[in-house]
C-alpha cells in the first residue's frame, strides 16, 4: 500500500464530502458518520462534482441530475447505469485521513477482466 496523507478528519465533517486534486486525478473523500470513504470526484454521466452531493446512507447523490453511486463499490444504484467510479482505499491514523492513490479500481473493469 501506497498511503498518502490527506488532511485532518475534522476538515470533512460528518455526511459530508470534500474535492481533492492530486496532479491530473481529482478524487471525494465522504465522512460517512466517521468511515471515510474515496471514490472518483467526477460523475461518469456528466462530470457532476460528487463531492458536493448528498449523502444517503452509503450512497451519494450526484448534485447535477441525481444518480446515486456507491460509496463503498462505486457502481451506479440503479442496474441500468452503464458506468461506475474507481473507488480508492482509505484509513485514518493519529487523526489524518490518508488514501492509496495508486490503488483505485472499478468493479466493472474487474468484472469484465
Ligand atoms: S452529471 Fe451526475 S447525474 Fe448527470
Redesign the pocket.
Known sequence: MNWTKITRVENIPPREGRPVRIGNLEIAIFNVNGRFLTIENS??????P?CDGIISGTAVV??????HFDLETGMPMRVSEPACLATFPTRVEDGIVLVDLTAGHRVMEDAAA
Open positions: 460523475c461518469p454521466h456528466r462530470g457532476g460528487l450526484c448534485p447535477l441530475h441525481g444518480r
